[in-house]
């Protein structure tokens, strides 16, 4: 069977794959190696120095590929790495639209380091893509989406986007670590790039660190893979095992990812000390409608306001869960919960935080895929 005609849940085991031609090991080996024996100069198997191709990475860019639509995959240290790699491909006076709520990770990189050399970054709330026409002029390079956005859940239309970005002649990249391509593929809506956080759902068990590029063109796959190589920013093969084999089981992880963050949004909602709960499947998050056009489900992540919208009740919620762990980072079978403000979005200042509605009393649940009646009285315990 031809990898185009498989169903993505064959896709996560088999898509890009081939077993290997030494012993025929049905896991791709873990080429620990920096370099490899050439016969003459210039004449190797494909293979002659790790920073630019190591064996066990390209089975992982394979797949990466694969479960996204794609045609060329990179997988890089981390996901900022990726990032990275994606605005070295602009050039001073260029310019940035970007969504105004996203990782506070991605908004350092941008405004504490690439706007020093001289790229520019407008952030704006993209949940009507036509807000974005406003900040489009001839210097405009790149339009950046994170779709559901981390914290608020927000959900950009990304064929809408896509159009504007066509329109103008503009790169448009999406950040899809908290849907991943099990839940949306934005290649097949009209993104140019898919970045992932493979830490979080790919890798899936919290004990890696990575990034990852998709890409359909092979002019701008070249460009990227010439930045990965350049600058180095690359992962090792032992951590290319472990994401390999994290996307393995990506789609048996996310189907219970999804029930059970159904199942919190939904607690959480009904409950009387529970002032706002931001999670895309309720009928009355907005562009709901958007959500089910572009996602086959809605995901485990789920944002939440106690009563009173008090900082103080926030911190004593997340201290005393004990099934929830308080920790960074998202997406590993464990659930999660954070403290944006004074974690993940720290970077961010306070009042452009607000602004998106990332408030001093706002908590963000990775929902894990532990037994769901846990979960409940986990978080009853400590709401209280």
Known sequence: ?????????????????????????????????????????????????????????????????????????????????????????????????????????????????FEGFGIKFHFTGMENASAIEDYVNEHTKLIWVETPTNPMMNIIDIEAVASVARKHNILLAVDNTFATPYLQRPLDLGADIVMHSATKYLGGHSDVVMGALVVKDKELADQLY???????????????????????????RMQRHCENGKAIAEYLKDHPKVESVYWPGFEDHPNHEIAERQMDDFGGMVSFVAKGNDYAEAIRIVENLNVFTLAESLGG????????????????????????????????????????????????????
Request: aromatic share 8%.
């Open 1 to 113: 069977m031809s990898p185009e005609a498989m169903k993505f849940n064959t896709r996560t085991i088999h898509g890009g794959q081939e077993h290997d031609k030494a012993y025929g090991a049905v896991m791709p080996p873990i080429y620990q190696t920096s370099t490899y024996a050439q016969t003459t100069p210039g004449g190797h198997k494909g293979f002659e120095y790790s920073r630019t191709h190591n064996p066990t990475r390209k089975a992982l860019e394979n797949a990466f590929a694969s479960i996204e639509n794609g045609k060329f995959g990179l997988a890089f240290g981390s996901g900022l790495a990726a990032i990275d790699a994606v605005i070295k491909l602009l050039r001073p006076g260029d310019e940035v639209i970007s969504t105004n709520d996203l990782y506070g990770g991605s908004y350092r990189l941008f405004t504490k380091v």
């Open 226 to 252: 010439f930045l990965q190589n350049a600058s180095g920013a690359v992962c090792g093969p032992m951590d290319s095992f472990l994401v390999l084999r994290g996307i393995k089981t990506l789609h048996v």
């Open 333 to 384: 079978v464990e659930s999660l919960a954070g403290h944006p403000a004074s974690m993940t979005h720290a970077s961010i200042p306070r009042g452009e935080r607000e602004k998106t509605g990332v408030v001093d009393s706002l908590i963000r649940l990775s929902v894990g895929i532990e037994d769901i009646n846990d979960l409940i009285a986990d978080l009853a315990q400590a709401i209280g």
